[in-house]
């Protein structure tokens, strides 16, 4: 690991980004004792522990949560600093920090991929979860939800086109339950449901001359991956309500048959956002302008 001069700052969010001492150890290429001697050394001079450990579990205090919500935003901007610093005059370099859901990262590896092959200097380092972060207070230096969740303070560019949800179920299933002529047909059916970040069930938003409903499906399986439901719908288990981004070749195939299309709504894509009051880093400016261009050739999902 190349040292800033501020490795103690370092170890401590490593530590709290794994949870374990000997995993961050080998994130930064240090010992274990290292690490250890780092977080005792701080915790000394401030003279407030950071972390609660036992043997089997390290975890922050609450006095260690504030003290992570302040120094990460400040630690990013140094990174971002050395890194344009030492990099050449319009060739990107450095790690672009990136938290996005989970579904999106396969929609998006295309992009991914290219820009990597794009700029050699360049590394990604993407995370992954449902939930809304603050991607300043975490450190993050861009973010992607659907436009529909991009907080109203931040810059929005769009990764994908807009695309539908559709109902969809193999061939299999709707030869042993009938096809739904209308939504309410919907509820002598099973689905398979989606697990949201807050806990509940998400129920199906239709809508038609711009009325909107919610239906609820009665659901055979609730899982939280996108994936499992794709997969649950190809086997037979249920409808599903998905985007058509999962289901393209399934729908040309045969594999999934969608119904009751003209109730399915248009939903905003995927966006990159980003605080508009900071300067642009280079390496997230390269970044949006490829989306464009690929977004533009249509080689993203749509």
Request: proline share 5%; with cysteine; aromatic share 6%.
């Given at each position: ?11 401590v969010l ?8 000997r995993a ?237 299309d003209e ?40």
């Amino acid at each position: 690991m190349q040292r800033s001069g501020l490795t103690e700052l370092e170890v401590v969010l490593a530590v709290a980004r794994q949870q374990s001492f000997r995993a961050a150890a080998r994130e930064l290429g240090l010992s274990a004792t290292a690490v250890s001697n780092a977080v005792a050394g701080l915790e000394a001079r401030l003279n407030v522990r950071l972390f609660n450990r036992t043997t089997r579990s390290v975890a922050l205090t609450e006095q260690g949560r504030r003290y992570i919500a302040r120094i990460t935003p400040a630690l990013a901007e140094i990174q971002r600093a050395g890194e344009e610093i030492t990099a050449e005059p319009g060739v990107p370099t450095g790690t672009l920090r990136i938290n996005a859901p989970r579904e999106s990262v396969s929609l998006l590896f295309n992009l991914f991929d290219t820009y990597l092959q794009r700029y050699p200097q360049m590394k990604l380092d993407i995370t992954t979860e449902s939930r809304m972060i603050d991607i300043v207070a975490e450190g993050y230096d861009a973010g992607i939800r659907l436009a529909e969740s991009v907080p109203q303070d931040m810059i929005a560019s769009a990764l994908t086109p807009d695309a539908r949800m559709l109902i969809v179920g193999s061939p299999a299933y709707f030869s042993r339950h009938g096809i739904p002529q209308t939504p309410d047909d919907l509820a002598a059916h099973q689905s398979i449901g989606m697990r949201m970040s807050h806990g509940g069930v998400y129920h199906w938003e239709l809508e038609r001359h711009q009325n909107k409903f919610t239906v609820n499906v009665p659901p055979r399986l609730i899982v939280s991956e996108m994936q499992v439901i794709h997969r649950a719908a190809l086997a037979g288990l249920g409808l599903a309500f998905i985007s058509q981004w999962f289901i393209q070749d399934d729908l040309a195939n045969g594999k999934l048959i969608s119904i009751l299309d003209e109730w399915c709504p248009t939903f905003g894509g995927l966006r990159l956002y980003y605080p508009g009051h900071r300067h642009v880093l280079p390496a997230l400016r390269a970044f949006i302008e490829l989306a464009h261009e690929l977004n533009t050739r249509q080689t993203l999902p749509r």
